[in-house]
């Protein structure tokens, strides 16, 4: 079975403050990843994904996440943070020849202080 | 582009009572999904729905049904519902591997149920 283990539960940052909310999943065949955002009373919205090809993706709002296979790590990335982007966030796989389930993190909250 | 909806947006039950969210996609994905999401816990899979007329059990099916007669609707049914039930419900679809639009899901605006 996969799962996916986020390490960081509440992150506080003042703006313009870089950073990397990590993810890591345990499955041993080839995945498709995911970060979804939930703004304050939203439903889900997808960052970004990264299925296959440069490992180095890129999302919406400046985020991105680095696939690191050895590590079984996909990690999110945003150089300068807003206050805009308090809400919480989750990563999730799936496996690739499995059906569609995806597996989520416990979500990582992100508090960005002005 | 209604894309998906989900109804009620925010019920109040009591324990024992059978209740039934709604969920409906305009886009014909194949895979439909319901979640929960709880404290702690992230979202976890309760069912899901390959297509019509076929459904699977997710992580945490217990204590709910589901159906899929149509393509568009995939509603979750709580026969007797339960405190432990309180949850946000969370709907979501994707397309089939086949379709080139797979992998992706998109969710609904969520159902906030407190069953009392």
């Known amino acids: 079975a996969q799962s996916v283990s986020q390490h960081n539960h509440h992150v506080i940052l003042s703006e313009a403050a870089s950073l990397e909310l990590g993810c890591n999943y345990s499955y041993g065949g080839t995945v498709n990843l995911f970060w979804y955002v939930q703004y304050p009373g939203q439903h889900l919205q997808l960052l970004l994904k990264?299925?296959?090809?440069?490992?180095l993706v890129k999302g919406i709002k400046g985020f991105e996440a680095e696939f690191i296979k050895s590590k079984f790590s996909f990690n999110l990335r945003k150089p300068s943070v807003q206050w805009s982007d308090t809400a919480e966030y989750f990563c999730?796989?799936?496996?690739?020849?499995?059906?569609?389930?995806?597996?989520f993190g416990t979500g990582t909250r992100l508090t960005v202080i002005p | 582009d209604a894309g998906i909806t989900q109804s009620p947006r925010y019920k109040i039950t009591e324990t024992g009572r059978q209740v039934t969210l709604m969920c409906h996609q305009t886009w014909s994905h194949s895979y439909m999904f319901w979640y929960r999401q709880d404290l702690g816990h992230g979202l976890r899979l309760i069912y899901y729905?390959?297509?019509?007329?076929?459904?699977d059990k997710g992580e945490v099916p217990d204590g709910y049904v589901v159906s899929r007669s149509k393509t568009e609707n995939f509603p979750l049914t709580l026969e007797s519902a339960t405190r432990s039930q309180t949850s946000v419900y969370f709907c979501a679809s994707s397309g089939s591997r086949s379709s080139g639009n797979q992998e992706t899901q998109y969710f609904g605006p969520g159902t906030r149920l407190l069953v009392l």
């Open positions: 729905s390959a297509a019509a007329d076929i459904t």
């Open positions: 990264y299925f296959s090809g440069d490992p």
């Open positions: 999730a796989v799936n496996a690739r020849a499995g059906a569609n389930n995806l597996f």
